[in-house]
T-cell receptor, first 110, second 112 residues
Framework: DQQVKQNSPSLSVQEGRISILNCDYT??????FLWYKKYPAEGPTFLIS?????DKNEDGRFTVFLNKSAKHLSLHIVPSQPGDSAVYFC?????????FGTGTRLQVFP | NAGVTQTPKFQVLKTGQSMTLQCAQD?????MSWYRQDPGMGLRLIHY???????DQGEVPNGYNVSRSTTEDFPLRLLSAAPSQTSVYFC???????????FGSGTQLSVL
């Protein structure tokens, strides 16, 4: 049973516009959430995180929003750049385990 | 600064063969873990360790063994390889369990 879900396998956005990636989770015991970015033939790299006691965290062009009642988090990228084209994974932490979603492939076109 | 180093980068096995995927980190991280990445399945946790001498199962542990004799190393053993174990394997480490993992560059394994 998938505890962390990313229902959009892919997303295409024009350069300069906003990219919104979504993630849903089922386990209310998760206490920390992260987003990772992955380029082909490389390992995932950490992007941004948020504690369950917060509802927003911002780092430059990247903002993560957490809605605990809906068990939903989202990643906003503004403005989107061609270098942002990658696969994005959301992840949730619970009991020393980091559980990942299935990923969303973001393509930013000129 | 090497970070998390995985070897080999590529490996082809025949069904039934055994092998060990190596993982080493030089960041003095207590926590280490192994994931596999499959199309449409994302990253799934195989095994993890919160410190030397301590290991535990993740989401998909069957067919894999791990040990943690030192802080630096966390090898993953395939006891009898099966085609279902064809995947890309990632090792990761962090200071604390499950937070801000640093990943290696992966091992692409094919089992024929």
């Amino acid at each position: 049973d998938q505890q962390v879900k990313q229902n959009s396998p892919s997303l295409s956005v024009q350069e300069g516009r906003i990219s919104i990636l979504n993630c849903d989770y089922t386990n209310s015991m998760f206490d920390y959430f992260l987003w990772y970015k992955k380029y082909p033939a490389e390992g995932p790299t950490f992007l941004i995180s948020i504690s369950s006691i917060k509802d927003k965290n911002e780092d430059g062009r990247f903002t993560v929003f957490l809605n605990k009642s809906a068990k939903h988090l989202s990643l906003h990228i503004v403005p989107s750049q061609p270098g942002d084209s990658a696969v994005y994974f959301c992840a949730a932490k619970g009991a020393d385990k980091l559980i990942f979603g299935t990923g969303t492939r973001l393509q930013v076109f000129p | 600064n090497a970070g998390v180093t995985q070897t080999p980068k590529f490996q082809v096995l025949k069904t039934g063969q055994s092998m060990t995927l190596q993982c080493a980190q030089d960041m003095n991280h207590e926590y280490m873990s192994w994931y596999r990445q499959d199309p449409g399945m994302g990253l799934r946790l195989i095994h993890y360790s919160v410190g030397a001498g301590i290991t535990d199962q993740g989401e998909v542990p069957n067919g894999y063994n791990v040990s943690r004799s030192t802080t630096e190393d966390f090898p993953l053993r395939l006891l009898s390889a099966a085609p279902s174990q064809t995947s890309v394997y990632f090792c990761a480490s962090s200071h604390r369990g499950g937070e801000k993992l640093f990943f290696g560059s992966g091992t692409q394994l094919s089992v024929l």
